[in-house]
């Protein structure tokens, strides 16, 4: 209880430094999801006819997932410094897998038959990709996309060791200046905060699917 | 004078690695407005071929025309949208409705908002479906009968000159195939489409079909003819192989009672006396009459031993009269009719129920027998 | 190796092969890397005495070790676990398990770990905890889903013949469920040893030690070849995981 009332008063005084760290740290969810989804569908179409090609990239972004998250966000330092740019670099490797994967599977998923009629009434294969591929494989993409968006929450936490910012700063903060007062409520300010945040990005993808997807297909 | 609408000249289909070619030089014309129905074994390449036409396979050789202009290599997309595509799995987008569905080809083609509109209601009607109740429908709510009837009225959307039909009916119940074929044929016989249908199975080929074209593998065209022709007179033994023992049978379904020659014999009105029936009955080979009731409609089958047996009136002796076939009907029809009837002949009558004449089992085993009927 | 999703029970062919290929083959670049770093960079003193044989070994001791226990913790923890919540009977904690799972994963294991710290103190023991701490979810949900993924008529064929429960358990769930399950295991040596990294924080020792003296001294090389070294432990475990899944595979799978 005790320990509440003092969190409290922490928090309440921290406004602004809560929200830079938010802020940041959503950021980093939103574009590296983003740029992560653009470029998973660009792979999985690109790959799709190729066996050989599409499993290779399913293995390459697996590796990516095993490296530790210290080390993926430290590699790229001596190439592009600190701050955001190796921070944004690791979690985009990292967030690929879950994507590429469900985007692949959701399009070798899709019935045969539905593909074979849109072509026959003479769709272009582009317009097959966007008005019935796409839409078709949608669902399980965005469920690929859900825990991408989980995993960068929580990963996005070590990028503070690389200055790079994020919810992070308040763990750091609070390690460095335990056992004085204050140090507790930021770490768990830093850790909870995390936990706040996927819960909203959660709600907003299970808005997105409600709004993009098909009522025929849920 | 109908001129051909579809013609595939030379054309092959060969896969890289596979010893025989799956279509060989084949050579193809339909005419304006007719049903041609490519039927064979599987395997036969039937589907391969039909698929050329609208080259969602690409010919490795040969030449396609539609209405006299060379569609071999005009962009394939452009081609398809003048053209038709029922399949058996139907292929709906299901995350579109119903509406969206139809109106796929017509908003490629660049038609107004509510041109479309009144089109899809137009072809939701014309599937015997109503447009208030399905336009807003999502596929998976339909059963498979009214998801290929969706599918037909999304293929006549842009009111195509060409319908290209893949065992349209193949994944459906018998009962709703059966009736859906008639309302195809109702259909086809209003809006005189030029159809290519693909099917394995004969019978309905039969049915379908203006003419009908057996193919072999390699989409060899083994014989291609009206159906009466081909069931009369198969080419070969493969025709005869694929046509089945029940080929005269089959044969049955195609001839009307109108084609036979009636019986003649002797046709007794109300009132009449036994005396004169007697005399009649004398006279007749059979020794069989029929009893008219005053308004010349059949009544009963006498005979010489029902009239002696009994001491009833005329019209109470003998054997009730409850079924009749009109010339309209099939010798199948017949077939089935006489073999209800106890005294193995059927009696014919006009629309107005008014005795026209009778058909023998006789008569119609020597039309078998002949291989042709009374026409 | 996934953290998000269990292993797909049946892949292909080549997927498989590819399992086992490329994580060594990456663990070959990346060593090539650190080689041509360690080679070619400037290396002061300061970097010099960051990276000693004797640091760099006691580090990866730390590390496995680290990763190892509580790899193990975790084992012995969520399978019995996963297999008590699959009998009947606790349908909705399975699926609460199940569906949780998302959520869970945005947990920072970085805010775990310190806040082990800040109750348990220093050393070995906390990192351990927090690492199981953190694990545990991915591999019981593992667990859960490799036993629901066995196929219920094989299982049912096996009652209708007789089987007891438990028999059923032990003779044809658990071996037809050995291979997610062995994913799972695999799971969890590797996320353990890549969290095993930041061990450092709380004076765990490990290579995260190397990577942020590197960070404090700016010192790229150290930073590198701490990174580079620590990758390549967590990949090498990955492929030993890959060929184990590949060869302990029931016969007939």
Not at chain 2, 221 to 229: G, K, L
Request: charged share 20%; proline share 5%.
């Amino acid at each position: 209880m005790e320990f509440l009332s003092s969190w409290w008063l922490f928090a309440s005084t921290r406004g602004s430094q809560i929200e830079t760290a938010l802020v940041e740290h959503t950021l980093y969810v939103t574009t590296v999801v983003g740029a992560a989804t653009v470029f998973a569908l660009l792979l999985a179409i690109t790959t799709r006819s190729n066996q050989i090609a599409k499993e290779l990239s399913l293995s390459i972004s697996a590796v990516f997932l095993t490296i530790p998250s210290l080390a993926l966000f430290t590699i790229f330092i001596p190439l592009v410094g600190l701050g955001f740019a190796p921070s944004f670099l690791a979690l985009f490797l990292y967030s690929l897998l879950p994507i590429l994967r469900n985007t692949i599977t959701g399009l070798d998923g899709i019935d045969q038959s539905v593909l074979e009629s849109a072509k026959g009434m003479g769709l272009t294969p582009r317009q097959v990709l966007f008005r019935v591929e796409i839409p078709l494989a949608w669902p399980v993409i965005v469920a690929g996309i859900r825990v991408s968006s989980m995993l960068v929450i929580g990963i996005a936490a070590i990028a503070t060791l690389v200055a790079g910012g994020g919810l992070g700063d308040f763990i750091k903060l609070g390690l460095s200046r335990l056992p004085l007062p204050g140090s507790l409520e930021a770490i768990w300010t830093g850790t909870l905060l995390c936990v706040l945040l996927a819960f909203l990005i959660d709600l907003s993808l299970q808005l997105l699917r409600r709004a993009t997807i098909s009522k025929g297909i849920r | 004078m109908s001129e051909t609408l579809i013609r595939l000249e030379n054309v092959s289909k060969a896969y890289p690695g596979t010893e025989s070619p799956a279509v060989g030089n084949l050579t193809l014309d339909v005419q304006e407005g007719e049903v041609l129905v490519l039927v064979g074994p599987s395997g036969c390449g039937k589907s391969t071929t039909l698929r050329l036409i609208n080259r969602l396979i690409e010919p490795t050789g040969g030449r396609i025309y539609l209405k006299g202009e060379d569609v071999t290599e005009i962009d394939p997309s452009i081609l398809r949208r003048k053209i038709g595509y029922v399949i058996q799995q139907v292929g709906l987008f299901p995350h579109r409705t119903i509406a969206e569905n139809i109106a796929t080809v017509p908003k490629l083609l660049g038609w107004d908002k509510v041109k479309t509109s009144a089109r899809v209601d137009e072809m939701l009607e014309l599937v015997s479906m109503d447009p208030a109740i399905y336009r807003d429908r999502y596929p998976k709510e339909l059963s498979g009968g009214q998801a290929q009837r969706v599918g037909v009225a999304r293929a006549l959307a842009a009111d195509p000159d060409v319908l290209l039909m893949d065992e349209p009916f193949g994944a459906i119940d018998p009962i709703t195939r059966d009736r859906l074929q008639n309302e195809f044929l109702r259909l086809q016989q209003d809006l005189k489409k030029t159809i290519v249908f693909v099917t394995h199975d004969i019978d309905e080929a039969i049915k379908m079909g203006n003419r009908i074209a057996i193919l072999r593998e390699g989409s060899e065209i083994a014989q291609i003819d009206t159906p009466e022709a081909i069931l009369s007179d198969p080419a070969d033994e493969f025709v005869e192989n694929f046509l089945g023992s029940g080929a005269i049978l089959k044969g049955l379904t195609l001839k009307k009672v109108r084609d036979i020659e009636l019986h003649d014999i002797p046709a007794l009105q109300m009132p009449v006396m036994r005396d004169e029936a007697l005399k009649a009955l004398e006279s007749s080979p059979e020794k069989t009459a029929v009893l008219l009731d005053k308004d010349h409609k059949p009544l009963r089958w006498i005979s010489e031993a029902s009239l002696n047996r009994t001491t009833q009136p005329i019209e109470k002796s003998g054997k009730p009269i409850t079924i009749d076939l009109q010339p309209e009907d099939t010798l199948q029809d017949a077939l089935g009719v006489m073999l209800q009837s106890s005294v193995g002949m059927a009696v014919v009558v006009d629309r107005g129920g008014k005795y026209l004449g009778c058909c023998s089992i006789e008569s119609l085993a020597s039309m078998i027998i002949s291989g042709s009927g009374g026409s | 190796m996934t953290l998000a999703t269990p292993a797909k029970v049946q892949r292909s062919q080549l997927a498989e092969r590819l399992d086992i290929i490329v994580p060594p083959l990456f663990a070959g670049i990346l060593a090539v890397l650190g080689s041509v770093v360690w080679l070619y960079s400037d290396i002061d003193s300061v970097t010099s005495s960051i990276l000693t044989a004797e640091s760099l070994q006691r580090q990866i001791v730390d590390t496995v070790i680290l990763g190892f226990a509580s790899s193990f913790l975790v084992i012995i923890i969520a399978i019995p676990l996963g297999i008590a919540v699959t009998r009947k009977g606790w349908p909705r904690l399975k699926t609460f398990l199940v569906d949780s799972l998302g959520l869970a994963q945005a947990l920072p294991a970085y805010g775990l770990i310190v806040i082990f710290y800040s109750f348990f103190g220093a050393g070995i023991n906390t990192v351990i905890l927090a690492l199981a701490t953190f694990s545990l979810l991915p591999v019981l949900r593992n667990t859960v889903v490799g036993l629901e993924q066995v196929d219920q008529s094989v299982i049912e064929a096996g009652r209708g013949m007789g089987y007891t429960r438990i028999q059923v358990l032990l003779s044809i769930e658990l071996p037809l469920a050995v291979p997610v399950i062995i994913a799972g295991i695999r799971t969890a040596i590797v996320i353990n040893i890549g969290m095993a990294a930041l061990a450092f924080i709380i004076g765990g020792g490990g290579l995260g030690e190397t990577i942020n003296a590197g960070l404090a001294m700016n010192r790229s090389p150290a930073i590198l070849i701490g990174a580079v070294m620590v990758a390549i432990l967590a990949l090498a475990f990955d492929s030993l995981g890959a060929i184990a899944q590949r060869y302990l595979k029931p016969k007939g799978m």
